[in-house]
C-alpha cells in the first residue's frame, strides 16, 4: 500500500457515544501522547462508499496506535493518523465486540472541531488522506 490512502466519505450524525468517550481522562492523556494531541470532545463520523470498504478492512488487519482503557468496563481502541486538508486527527476504531456504527462509517477525532474548522455541515463530503507512515509508534 501507498504511504498515504485517500478515502471520501458523506458526514453523518453519530449515535452521541464519541463525546463522552472521547472525554475519558485515560482516552485524553492516550491521544496526547500517542497522536499528538488532545481530541475536542466528539467524534466526525463519515459515511464511506463500498469502493473504501477494502482500505477500512485493510486498517483493520492492522496494529495501528494501541489506546487501552485501563478499565475493563470500556474498550480498547487503535488510531490511524489521518489529514483533513490542515487539521491533522485520527480515525479512532473502537474494539470489534463494542463498535455502534456500520463497518461503512468510521469516526474521526482531532483537537478541533471539525465541521466548524472546515465549514461542512451533515450530508457534506469530504477527503481524508491515511498517513501509513505513521501508523505505529
Avoid at 472521547?22 to 492516550?30: G, H, M, V
Avoid at 482503557?69 to 474498550?75: I, N, R, V
Amino acid at each position: 500500500m501507498e504511504d498515504n490512502l485517500i478515502i471520501a466519505g458523506k458526514i453523518v450524525r453519530g449515535v452521541k457515544q464519541g463525546k463522552f468517550f472521547t472525554q475519558l481522562e485515560w482516552f485524553q492523556k492516550q491521544c496526547a501522547d500517542k497522536l499528538g494531541f488532545k481530541p475536542y470532545p466528539g467524534t466526525l463520523n463519515l459515511e464511506i462508499s463500498v469502493a473504501y470498504l477494502p482500505i477500512i478492512e485493510s486498517l483493520n488487519r492492522e496494529e495501528g496506535i494501541e489506546l487501552i482503557s485501563p478499565d475493563p468496563k470500556f474498550c480498547n481502541a487503535k488510531a490511524f493518523s489521518v489529514s483533513l486538508g490542515e487539521i491533522r486527527g485520527a480515525i479512532i476504531m473502537p474494539d470489534e465486540k463494542v463498535r455502534v456504527h456500520a463497518k461503512n462509517i468510521i469516526e474521526i477525532v482531532a483537537p478541533l472541531k471539525i465541521k466548524s474548522s472546515l465549514q461542512v455541515a451533515d450530508g457534506d463530503l469530504i477527503s481524508v488522506a491515511i498517513n501509513r507512515s505513521e501508523l505505529i509508534r
